[in-house]
């Protein structure tokens, strides 16, 4: 389950549904996916150890500001 919403919380990052630099915020997302936070936390861990998200402080996770490249290599994963 963690790796299906690691794949849609991907789609989103990818066509512009979560713009860079957009904090990810657990209870919306599982709300939104149908899931519990648990495969939200695993997901974002599995994002966060692929640079695509990463630490805000005490705001949570945010996606990183990627280039094209980037975006592209990480889609095609």
Sequence with gaps: LAEQVYQAIL????DGTLSP???LVQE????????SRQPIQQAIALL???GLVEE?????????PLDATAMRHHYEI
């Design 21 to 23: 630099g957009a904090h």
């Design 11 to 14: 789609d989103e990052i990818c």
């Design 28 to 35: 919306q997302l599982a709300e939104r996916l149908g899931v």
């Design 56 to 64: 805000a402080g005490k705001r949570g996770v945010r996606v990183t």
């Design 48 to 50: 966060k150890a692929d």
